[in-house]
């Protein structure tokens, strides 16, 4: 998750709400079908950067995505893109959300399906929601806290949906006694005991211990609802059936998708989701230097990807087209993680960190406009316990340190160097270029490195299953992460603790499972104070690094189109500095 920058995030429900306060980040008239070839009006280099551009709530028209990437799923409890959870705001809803501002201001936590801020028991142990009035499905039937409590079940069914974010089956079951709903044996398949929903409009949460970021998990489209007789299990992300102001017309995996408004959505009921554009369209490519093309020639309005400007078209945008551009930094780790199973050496895994040409890195990411900021460790700024200048193998300096490459090949038993595999997604020319650079850099110290471009979108089932991973030799993995949310629990997590490993939908490619950073976890996950929190985070960062599982690149910042056909266009840093999706309008 998908996955900035740090602020407080606040449930306010026209007052703020202290105990539920935390730390958090963590996706008109119609123009022509030609689109707006001059780019005539657009508002201004970073124009768009943490403030409104061409505000507007003019409704109509149709918003235009392009999209080198396809979602890992749009199966709300299955996606784990940050695009994902940007885009599936059209057509999910959860009890809260984040609010519909720039920048900073995004990561407060307003009510969305709840009325008003949960009541909280003093223990920090049960949480109650009562929901709104006129929450209605695409069908026009009332959602109810049964159909949040199901949606929210479905993630312990990871035999069947795997791949999404995991958290709230740790926080409410961490004992793994439910089955999930597709194996449960009541007859409502409602057998989450941590759940209760004495009626319709009341779901009340008991967790068995505190966790100070349980609001953020919430807000996730993890807990969606979905209702029962709408459940197409595995197919889901196929067709979701809308609780949000849009609902899917059409889609065609890797092709296109279109959504239209959902009639029976209310925006009385919701104040989040202005629902400007009459449709949203995505077009699916495998071409990421065309889309860039198709994106300045004004044929469509953003990346849905929002992974920046390839090197191709970077030059003509800042040099004949900056006014279109936004450069804001995204919260993103760019790195190659090594799977334990295919380099179980930590110095063998040592010898590749020192080896590695930092510069060269940066600049194959674009540099530190496009790129960003070269990275040594892998918490980043804004949470706390970061320390973005911490540098155990002093990559700072941006040289590779050759002699101490050889000296862990030697410690590994492999003095002359040995052979694995880099694994990279075949769409995505950046991080292609970045598994080049690397490959170049250790060729130095006799360590030959293929590079597997795997088909991107078979990403849960191939880097994502440690099975897979290991038959084919993937000893170096080129990826990204974002927060989840802010905290080292939003961020770490998901990678390095070792209860998150998955049979599929796997993000802890390393496979770290060190029980003294699993506890570490488990001790700042009940730390109420974040300052202290924080000092735990820092502990686990520093085992991260000691144990030689990762080699960050950069602190991601891009360079990204806006057409001048948007309106209400902001980055949010709720959005890993993505533009508010839910915001959009065109002209």
């Known amino acids: 998750m998908t996955l900035n920058s740090p602020a407080r995030r606040r449930l306010a429900a026209g007052a703020l709400l202290a105990a539920a306060t935390m730390l958090v980040t963590t996706?008109?008239?119609?123009?022509?079908?030609?689109?707006?070839?001059?780019?005539?009006?657009?508002?201004?280099?970073?124009?768009?950067?943490n403030k409104v551009a061409n505000a507007s709530d003019k409704k109509g028209g149709e918003l235009k995505f392009i999209a080198s990437q396809e979602a890992d799923s749009w199966d709300p409890q299955r996606g784990y893109y940050g695009f994902v959870w940007d885009f599936a705001r059209y057509y999910t809803r959860q009890l809260v959300t984040f609010k519909a501002e720039p920048g900073a201001a995004s990561t407060e936590l307003v009510p969305d399906l709840a009325a008003e801020a949960p009541q909280i028991s003093a223990d920090g142990l049960t949480y109650t929601f009562?929901?709104?009035?006129?929450?209605?499905?695409?069908?026009?039937?009332?959602?109810?806290?049964?159909?949040?409590?199901?949606?929210?079940?479905?993630?312990?069914?990871?035999?069947?949906?795997?791949?999404?974010?995991?958290?709230?089956?740790?926080?409410?079951?961490?004992?793994?006694?439910y089955t999930g709903p597709y194996k449960d044996t009541s007859a409502d398949?409602?057998?989450?005991?941590?759940?209760?929903?004495?009626?319709?409009k009341t779901i009340i949460f008991k967790l068995p211990v505190a966790n100070s970021d349980f609001l953020?998990?919430?807000?996730?489209?993890?807990?969606?609802?979905?209702?029962?007789?709408?459940?197409?299990?595995?197919?889901?992300?196929?067709?979701?059936?809308?609780?949000?102001?849009?609902?899917?017309?059409?889609?065609?995996?890797?092709?296109?998708?279109?959504?239209?408004?959902?009639?029976?959505?209310?925006?009385?009921?919701?104040?989040?989701?202005?629902?400007?554009?009459?449709?949203?369209?995505?077009?699916?490519?495998?071409?990421?230097?065309?889309?860039?093309?198709?994106?300045?020639?004004?044929?469509y309005d953003v990346d849905l990807n929002a992974t920046g400007v390839g090197q191709a078209a970077r030059a003509k945008v800042l040099q004949q087209h900056k006014e279109n551009a936004d450069n804001p930094q995204t919260g993103f780790i760019r790195y190659?993680?090594?799977?334990?199973?295919?380099?179980?050496?930590?110095?063998?895994?040592?010898?590749?960190?020192?080896?590695?040409?930092?510069?060269?890195?940066?600049?194959?990411?674009?540099?530190?406009?496009?790129?960003?900021?070269?990275?040594?460790?892998?918490?980043?700024?804004?949470?706390?316990?970061?320390?973005?200048?911490?540098?155990?193998?002093?990559?700072?300096?941006?040289?590779?340190?050759?002699a101490k490459a050889k000296e862990a090949l030697t410690k590994c038993g492999q003095?002359?160097?040995f052979k694995t595999t880099i694994a990279v997604r075949n769409n995505k020319p950046i991080e292609i270029a970045t598994a080049e650079s690397l490959q170049q850099s250790l060729k130095a110290v006799g360590i030959d490195a293929q590079?597997?471009?795997f088909d991107g979108a078979q990403t849960n089932g191939i880097i994502g299953s440690p099975t897979v991973v290991k038959q084919k030799n993937y000893g170096i993995i080129i990826m990204g992460w974002g927060a989840d949310f802010p905290s080292g629990q939003g961020f770490l997590q998901p990678l390095v603790d070792g209860r998150f490993i998955l049979p599929s939908g796997n993000n802890n490619f390393s496979e770290l499972n060190d029980p003294a950073i699993n506890g570490l976890f488990d001790q700042a996950l009940k730390e109420t104070d974040p300052n202290k929190a924080g000092e735990l985070y820092k502990q686990i960062n520093t085992k991260v690094s000691e144990h030689a599982v990762y080699l960050p690149f950069t602190h991601e910042k891009n360079i990204i189109w806006r057409s001048s056909r948007l309106t209400n266009v902001y980055t949010a840093d709720a959005y890993n500095g993505r533009y508010d999706y839910a915001s959009l309008g065109v002209k």
Do not use: H
């Not at 209605?136 to 974010?165: F, L, N």
């Not at 020192?354 to 918490?379: C, E, F, H, V, W």
């Open 451 to 453: 590079i597997d471009q």
């Open 189 to 200: 398949k409602l057998g989450l005991k941590a759940i209760e929903t004495p009626d319709d």
């Open 415 to 417: 003095p002359n160097g």
């Open 130 to 177: 009562k929901l709104r009035d006129g929450i209605a499905w695409e069908d026009g039937k009332a959602i109810t806290s049964k159909d949040i409590k199901y949606g929210i079940e479905r993630i312990w069914a990871q035999d069947v949906i795997s791949g999404g974010p995991i958290y709230l089956q740790q926080v409410l079951d961490p004992k793994k006694t």
């Open 336 to 402: 190659a993680v090594f799977p334990q199973t295919v380099i179980p050496n930590i110095e063998c895994r040592k010898a590749i960190i020192y080896a590695a040409d930092s510069k060269s890195l940066q600049t194959a990411r674009g540099g530190p406009q496009a790129g960003g900021d070269i990275a040594t460790n892998m918490l980043p700024a804004g949470v706390k316990g970061s320390d973005i200048k911490a540098d155990p193998y002093g990559k700072l300096g941006g040289k590779p340190d050759l």
């Open 27 to 49: 996706a008109c008239g119609g123009g022509d079908a030609g689109g707006d070839k001059g780019n005539k009006g657009a508002a201004g280099f970073n124009a768009a950067v």
């Open 216 to 299: 953020q998990m919430l807000a996730m489209p993890a807990a969606s609802p979905v209702r029962q007789d709408k459940d197409t299990k595995a197919q889901y992300g196929l067709k979701p059936f809308s609780s949000g102001p849009y609902k899917f017309e059409s889609y065609t995996p890797n092709k296109a998708m279109k959504l239209v408004r959902n009639d029976k959505w209310d925006q009385k009921s919701d104040t989040i989701r202005k629902a400007l554009p009459d449709k949203i369209s995505v077009t699916f490519t495998t071409n990421a230097d065309d889309m860039d093309n198709r994106l300045i020639e004004g044929e």
